[in-house]
C-alpha cells in the first residue's frame, strides 16, 4: 500500500529515483521527459518534482526577485517603438486620412488588416482559457494565465485601429449608442456597429476573466510582500535609493488593492470556482462569436471576394492559428530567459500547441481552397475573377505568402522531431504569424482593388505611416507583455499546484498502473 | 495736375508715397539692373537736368504708389464692392464710381422686384470662345456674385448646353493671382506696382506723339475677336492713326483651314456643320476632332448626337468613318476607325477624292479628279479596302448631300480645300455643312502676321507695342523669335485678365477686365450676334477690357472723358442698326433690352443654305495637284501631330478643373506626355516603366506610380524634351505633341506643369503636323498621374453594353420573359437586358421584405416611393463623346475641389461623376473600339452603401435619393468600400478649404531640410516638397476671392467625409419651393436640370420623375436599350444606361475575318452558356468587349461558366 500517486512515480523514474518496486528509471532521450508516448505511464505537467512551495517560490519571484538583465533594454526598445507609432498616430490624426497609402478604390488596408489580425490573435487566449477550461484539459494551466494576458493586450492594439481609421478621430463617439442632440442612433444593420458591440464585449469579458484568475495570486503576492516587511521591520530596498518607500510596501498596497481583500478562505475558492466556470461558459460562445462577428464586415458585403458565406468559420480557425502562433512566439523566448520556466511549459505544451497550430492551419488551407472551388462553381464571373487575380494579379506576392506562410509551413509538424523542437515551432510559428497578417491583407487589400468596374481599379502602396503604425502596436504589444511578465503572476499558482502529483494523493493505490481502479 | 483718385471705393487707405526729390535720387543711385548699367537715354547717365524734368512729368509727386500693395484681396473689400452692388438698385446694377450706372435685365421667367437673399439670379451673356466663335450662356449669380456658368437655353448656339471651357471660364475671373494693378517696368527700379492713374499721365505723354507721324512705330497685337464694338475699335484706332500695325493674333491658330477653304472658295470663309437626323447619314473625318475643343463644338455635338441616337428600331442613323492619328472623343464615337499618321491622312484623303470625284458624274468634279490624278505618294499603310468601302458609302444616292467629309489641323490647305470640293461636289453644301464668311479680324492669317511684326519689332520700325488679350511671348512660332523681338520695342503695353508670360516682361503690364465683368459683343460660329454683359463690377478696379484699352489709348493722344465698355458696345451696335448690319427694330432701346435679356440678337443666325457656295474646282485642282505627300514615316523619321488638350493653347492652363480633366484616351491630368503607340514606344526604347506586350497594364501596376521614361524630340535643329507615353490606337510613327502646357509665368496652377512643346512649332508649317522628326530616349524618368489605370474592360462585355444597329433593328422591338425575377415576378427583357447578367442571373428571391418598397418592381401602394416624385437618371451611351462637360459642370456647381496630380495618381480625384475610357479588341496597338462610360453615384434602390455605414450617414431619401449627410459621417469609408461602382469620393485631406497647391506655413524651412521632389505639379518651380507631407492645417487656406466661386447652396466638404453624386439635390429643393410657391401640384418635367444633364452638349443625359408617365426620363428608363449596370447585383439603380448602338458598313466588315463573324454574329447576338451552340467562343460578338491580349483564362472561365448554368439549370433560360 502506497500513497504515491501514479504521477510523483513517474516523476521519481524521471529523476532517477526509484522508491517503488519494480520500476525502471525512465531513459534520458524522451526530450524533457513529458514527451512520453506509453499509455501506461501519466507525463507529468511539472517537470522537477517541484514542490508546492517551490511553484510558489519561482513564479512569485519573477515579481519579486531583480528583473532579469535583458528587461530593461528590451522594454525600453518596446516603449520607444511604442512611443512612435503614437507619434505618427498623433499625426494621422491631425493631417488627415490621406497620410495612408488609400485611394477611391481601395478604402481599407493596413488600417483594417492589423485590426483583424491583432482581434484574430486574441483569440487563442480565451480558446485556452475557456474552451480547454470546460474541457478539462489540465495543460492549459501552464499557459493560460499568459495567452489571456495577450489577449487583451492585442485587443487594445486591435481596438485602435476602428478607433483611427475613421477619417474624422474626434467623433468616434457616434459609433457608441449614445442619445444625443440629433436623436439620431448608429444603424443597427452595420457589421461595424456589431464589431463595436463584439470587440467590446470580448474585451471586457476576457479582462474580467483574467482578473479574476489572478486574485488568488494578488494575494499570495500581497502576503509575501507583507510577510517580508513584518520581518524586516522597516528594512528592505527602497524604489529608488532617495525615494525612502519600500518596494515591498507598495507591493502590499497594489496587490492588496488587486486582491480585493482575498482571504483564501473556503467560501472564497468556494464563490471562486463557480464564477471562473460561469465566465468560462460566457467566454465559449464569445471565441467563435467575435471573429464571425468581424467577418462580416467582410461577408455581408457584396463585394467579390468578401461576400462569402464560409468567412465566419474561416475567420474562427484562423484566429486560433494565429492566437496560438502568438503564444508561442512569446512563450517559448520567456522559457528560454526565465529561470525554471521550463518546469512548467514543458516540451509537451508546445507540442500541443502545435498540434493544434496543424489542424487550424489545415482548416484555413481548406478554406482557401474552397473559396476557389465555389467562386468556380458559382459561375459568377466578377467572382472567379477576383480570385485569379488573387492568385496571379499584382498582389500574387502576397496571396503566395499567404500560403506558403500558413498552408505549407505548419506541415513541418507531421514529423514529431519537428513539434518537439522549440526553435522549429517558434520559426513556424513566426511564418503563421506573418501569414495570418497577409492574409487579412489579400482578403481586404486584394479585393478591393479590381472590384466590379475596371475603370475604378488601382493600386494600394504603403506609406511610412502605414506601416509604422502597424509597428507601433507591435511595439504597444510587447510593452505590455513585457510589463506582464515582470509585475503580474505569470502563471496561476493555484491552479499549477493543483495539477501537481502531490496535489491528488491516492491513499489506496498499490499498483503503479492503477489508473483504472 | 491732380490725379487723387476720388473713389473711396478704389483707395485702400493711406499710402506712402515718395516725394519727388526721393524719387529722382533713387532713380539716380540705383541705376544698376543685374549689376549693369542702365540707362534710358545720354541725359540719364549723366543726370541731365532735361532728364529730371523727364522724370518729373513721368512720376509726378504724389501720383506714383511704387510701393507694392497688400496683394490679397480681403473680404471686406469684396463685400465693400458687393453691398454697393446690392444697394444700387434692384436686380440689376453695375456699380462703379467712374462709370455710369447701366441695368442689365436679368434672364428669368418673371423680373424680380428685388433680390431675394439666398435665391440666385440668371443673366445672359456670352462666352467668346479662345479659338474663335462664342457660345451663349446663362451666368448665375448669387447676390452679384456670379457662381456657375451654364448654356443659354434660348441660345440658336448654345440650346442651354455649354462645354467644358465654358464651365471652366469662371476660374478667370476668382483667380487669385490675377493683376490687381498695373504693374510699370521701372527701367531703374524693376517692376513697381503703380496705378491706373501713373498709367494715364505716362500713356497721355507717350501716344501724343504718334498723332503727328499717323502712328507709324505703332502696333497692335490682339486677340483674334469678332465682335462688332471690336471691330469698331479697330476702325477707330485705323483712322486715327492709319499707319499703325495692327495685327490680330491667335496662339495656336487652325491655319491650314482657313488657308484651304480661302483657296476653294475665294474668301476667307468657315465651315459649320448643320448635323442632324435629317442631314447627316455619313461622315468622314479626316483627322478632325469636330466633337471637341473647337469652335462649333457645342453645335456639332449636339447635331451629331441627334444623328446618332435611335429611340426606335426605325430610327436612321449616320455613319462616321474616322482616319486619325490617335483617338480623340470623335475617334471614340467612330463606326469604322483608320489609324493613320499625318502624311498617310493626306494621302488617304488624296485617294478618296481620286475615287469619289469622277464617279459623280460632275465636270468640275471629274476636272478635279484629273488634276490630281498624278499626284501620288505610296499607298503605305491604307487601307484601300476601307478607303473604296468609304467611298463607296459616299456615294450611295441616299447618302448624297447627307455626308459629310471634314478636314483636321494636321492637314495641309489643299486637303481642307480638297474636301470642300468633294463636299460640294456631293451635294453637301448647304445641307450637311456650309460655309460663313469669317469676320475680317479672325480672316487674318495669325502666323504670317506675327511673322511680320516680330521682323518689324527687330528692325526697329515698332516703337510702341500694344499687346491686348494674348500671350506671344509664350506661344508665338518658334522661328519667329518674338522674345527677342519683343526686348527690341521701347514700350510694351500688355494687357491681360490673367498672368501671362508676355505681361511680365512688359513695359506695363495692365490689368485687363475678365469677360464676365465687362461690356462687349461676339459672332458664334454659325453667325449668332451675343452681347456681353458684366455680371459683376471689376473685381479690381479699374481693369480694362481689350475694347476699353484700345478706346483708353486712343483718347491719350487726344486727352478727353474716359471711355467707357458700355458706351463703346452700345454705339457700335447703334451703328450697325443703322446701318442694317444688325437686324435690329427702329426702337433701339428696346431691341437692346431684348437682346441683352435673350444674350443674342434674334435673325443674326445663318441658314445653312445662306452660306456661300461656289467652290473654285480650278483653284482646288491648282492647290491638289501641287501637293507633295511625303512618305510615310518610320521609327527613325517620325510623324508629329500639334494639337490641343483641355487647356487649349495655353491660355486655360492656370485653371485647375481644366488641368484635372481626363485626356480623352489616356486620361491623363496635369501633363502633356508625347504620345507614341505601344508598338513606337517599344521600338523606341521608351516605353513605360513596367511595360509589356503580354501585361500592357504593367505601367500602372508595377510602378508605384506610373513612370513615363524621358525622350528627346527632335525637328531639325529643334528640340524638346518630354515624357512618352503610349496611345493604344495611335497611328505607329507618329508622335502627338500637346500644345499649351509649360508655362513659365502663368500662374502657381500650371507654371512648370508639363512641357512647353511650342518650341517645335514653326512658322512655316502647313498644317500642325510635321514630318521627319526624331525621338530619342533621354535620361530620366517622370510621373504621370491618371484616372484610369487599367485599358480593358477585361472580359466584363456587360459593363458597356454595344451592339450593332442590325441587332438593335432586329432585336430592338423583342420582349422575352426572362428566367429570373428579381422582383419576384417574371422579367420581361428588352434588348438592354439581355445583353447582360440578368439574363443569366439565377433566381434572386429574397425572404426580406423591404418595408418600404417591398422586393417588388414597384413600390407597395402606402409606401413613400409610391408618391411622386420619384427621381431618376438614364445615361445615353450611344451619344456621350466623353467630352467631359458633365464633370465640369458637376465640379462648379458641387464645389468639387481639385487634388493635384500626385493625388489623383494615388487614385483620389474628386470628381463625382467621371467617364470611364474602355479599349476592346485583342491588340493593344490596334484597339477595336475605344468606349465611354459616365458613371456617377446611380442612387441604388437597395444601396449597399447604406447598410453598412455604422453611423447612419449615408441614407435612403423618400424621393429615392441616396442622401449623404456630410456633418453625420466620420469617414469609416466602409460605403465607398461596398460601393460596386465606386462612385464614392473621400475628403483624404482637406481638399475644399486649403489650395491643393501653392504655399503653405514653414515653406522655406521645410524645403532647406527635405530634397527637391517633384511636387504635386511635376513642377521645379512650386511645391518643392511633397504637399501631402505637409499637414492640411499648415496649408495656405484658399484665398477669400477663390471661395467667392463656391456654390452657397452646397456644402464645402472638410476632410476625413465621404461625398458623392446627390443627383443635385439642391436643384430638386430650389425646384420644390419653387413649385409650391406656384401652387403647381407637381414639378413638371424638364422644370430643372440636374448639372450634368444640363452640360452635356450632346443630350446624353436625362434625369426626371419616372413616376410621371409622360417624363422623358421614363420613357428613357424603359427603353429597350436601357439597362441596369451591375443590375444582377439588385442594388435596383436609378440611374440607368443606355446600350451604344454602332452602325458599320457589313461592306466593310465583310472584307476581312473578324469582321465576317461579327456580322454573322447578329443573327445571335446574346452570349452566354444558356443559348448553346456556341458555348466556348460565344463572348466574341461584337467588336464590343474583348480583352486585348488572347486570354489564356477566358476560354475556360466560359466553359465553366456555361458548366455551372447547365448545373443551375440556366440552361433552360430564355
Redesign the interface.
Known sequence: MSSIHPDQTTAQRLAGVVKTPGMQPIPPGSGDGTLIDTPGVRAPLVLNNRTFTEVTDIICGYTENAAPRWWLPMFGFAATVAGIGGLFIL?LV??????W????????AWDITNFVFWIGIGHAGTLISAILCLLKQKWRTAVNRAAEAMTIFAVICAATFPGI?????W??W??FPIPNS?A????F?????WD?FAVSTYGTVSLLFWYMGMIPDFATLRDRADERLRRLGQGGPTILPFIPVRIDAVRVFAYGLLAMGWRNSGRHWHRYEAAYLILAGISTPLVLSVHSIVSF?FA????PGWHTTIFPPYFVAGAIFGGFAMVLLLLIPSRELFPNMKDFITLRHLENMAKIILATGMMVGFAYSMEFFIA????N??E??VF?NRAF??YWWAYWAMISCNVLSPQVFWNKAMRQSPIVIFIVSFLVTIGMWFERFVIIVSS?HR?????????F?PTAVDIMIFVGSCGVFLTLFLLFLRFLPVFAMAELKAVLPQASPHPHHDEPHGHGD | MSNHDQCPSTLKGEKKRPGKAELAAVARSAGTVNGMNVWRSPEEMTDAPQFRDWLEREFPAGASELERRDTGESRRDFLKIMGASIALAGAATIPGCRRPEHKILPYSREVPEEIIPGKPLFYATSFPRPDGGAEGLLIETHEGRPTKIEGNPIHPTNRGRCTTWALASILGLYDPERPKDPIYNNPVKGKVTASWADFRTWASTHFGKYSENGGEGLAFLVSKQAGIARDAARDAIKRQWPNARWVPYRGFDNESAAAGLAMAFGRPVREVFNFGKDTTRVVVSLDRDFLSHEPGEVINARGFSASRQVITTSDPMSRLYVIETGFGVTGAQADHRLRLSPSRVTAFAVGLAKFILPKLGDANGATLAAAIDAVGGDDAGIDRGFLEECAKDLLLPENRGKSVICVGQSQPAAVHALAAAMNAALGNIGNSVFYTDLPADEAVSSRDGIRQLAADMDAGRVTTLVVAGVNPVFDAPADVNFLEAYGKVAATICLNANLTETAAISTWSLPGAHYLESWGDARSVDGTLSPVQPMIAPLYAGAMSEIELLAAIRQFAQPESRVDGFELVLDAWRAGVASGAIPGSSNFDKFWRRALHDGFVAGTTIAPSAGRTGVRFDEVARAAASLAISAAPSADKLDLVFRIGHIGDGGMANYPWLQELPEAGTRTVWDNPILLSPKTAKALGVTPEGYSDKKPEGVYTDPTYPTARMAEIRVGERLVKGPVWILPGMADDTAILTVGYGRRNGGVVCDGVGFDVYPLLTSDMAAASAAGATLAKAAGTYMIASTQNHWTMDNRESIVRAVDLAVWKKYGDEIVPGGPSLYQEPEMLKLGERLGELAHTPPNDSIYKNPYNKSIREAEPESVFAKGPQWAMTIDQQVCTGCGACTIACQSENNIPVVGKIETAKGREMTWIRVDRYFTGDDINEPAAMLHQPVACVHCENAPCETVCPVNATVHGPEGLNYMTYNRCIGTRYCANNCPYKVRRYNFFDYGVTKFNGPYYGKDIIEAVTPARGGITGSSTHNEVNPNLIPPRLRAKLEEITRMRKNPDVTVRSRGVMEKCSYCVQRINAAKIETKLSKLDHIPDGYFESACQQACPSNAITFGDMLDPSSKVTAMRDHARSYLLLGYLNTRPRTSHMVRVMNPNPALLNLTAAGKARVESWAHPFHGGGHGGHEGDAHDRTGGGHAFRIDNTKKAQDKGYAMSLTVLGGGSMA
Request: net charge negative; no cysteine; proline share 6%.
Open positions: 499625426y491631425i493631417t488627415g486620412i490621406g497620410t497609402g488609400l485611394n477611391n478604390q481601395v478604402d481599407w481609421h475613421i477619417g474624422r478621430q467623433m468616434a457616434f459609433l440629433n439620431i442612433w448608429p444603424n444593420r452595420s457589421p461595424l456597429l463595436v464586415d455581408t458585403s457584396i463585394l468556380w462553381y458559382g459561375g464571373y466578377y472567379v475573377a485569379i494579379g499584382p478591393l472590384a466590379f468596374l475596371p475603370g475604378e481599379w488601382h493600386m502602396h
